[in-house]
């Protein structure tokens, strides 16, 4: 198949996302590093899964030496920019949507795994959560653990929303994992910063806060791999930012 780039719409030293078309039809042409392709059979299944929440459909997947590229659904979406009430009711249709799935391809983030990641970014912390020992740490985010649970996106925001003519497709899932569901809402409080004040329908505040920080932990986490083994980049600004985020939403949880 050829295939004729019309534009560069990502590039990152771990993944390119491309603009292509074929035969007189566009596509989304991504390329991604071959420790990342169980994002690959993810897409694939949740497209197979889900019904009122849309995915891109996957046509085909060419594996290299270092990388794998996929061809999928083109989605041209409106410009109008997706509101955070939006976002979060297309969070709830997705977590309803995929409550039931387990596999092997979506990794089960539970607290031992999280206190993996918490010993190996420790040393960037800098208030008293860094000197929490592993029953503390258990005592402080059992609620979050013992929470409803689905497919968490894993890097939600309006960003990963498309919207074609009323329906409203997901994309992206190389984060993706099962884990409590409120993980995407504080990853979209996160990213959205100026919508930080609109409450999350049924979800308890301090509930909200400690997922935050369970969210930059495993940020801080990802960053150490991408700087130990893909890229030359040491990350200082990012790690100072996510653990001063760290800092301000534990105080947030024991001072107010």
Known sequence: MKLNTLKILYQWPLSKVELVETNGKKYILKTIHNDFTDEIKRQQML???TSKIKIPKIHYVKKEESSTSFLM????SRKKEIGIKKAIDIANEFH?????I????????????????FKKVRKNLNNNLSKVNY?????????????????????????????KGGKYYIIDFGKSFRGPSILDYAHLYLKDKKNKHYRIPR?????LLKAK???????????ELCKSKYIPYKYEKEIKEYANLIDYNFKKLYWE
């Open 47 to 49: 497209y197979k899964k």
């Open 73 to 76: 659904d083109y989605i041209p």
């Open 96 to 100: 309803n949507e995929t409550k039931s």
């Open 102 to 117: 387990h596999n092997k391809y979506f990794q089960d983030y539970n607290f031992e795994k999280f206190y993996q990641d």
């Open 135 to 163: 029953i503390k740490l258990k005592e402080i985010f059992s609620d979050v653990f013992s929470s409803e649970r689905s497919i968490v996106h894993g890097d939600w925001g309006k960003d990963q929303i498309l919207n």
């Open 203 to 207: 979800q308890d505040d301090s509930l």
């Open 213 to 223: 920080i369970i969210v930059c932990i495993i940020t801080l986490n990802w960053f």
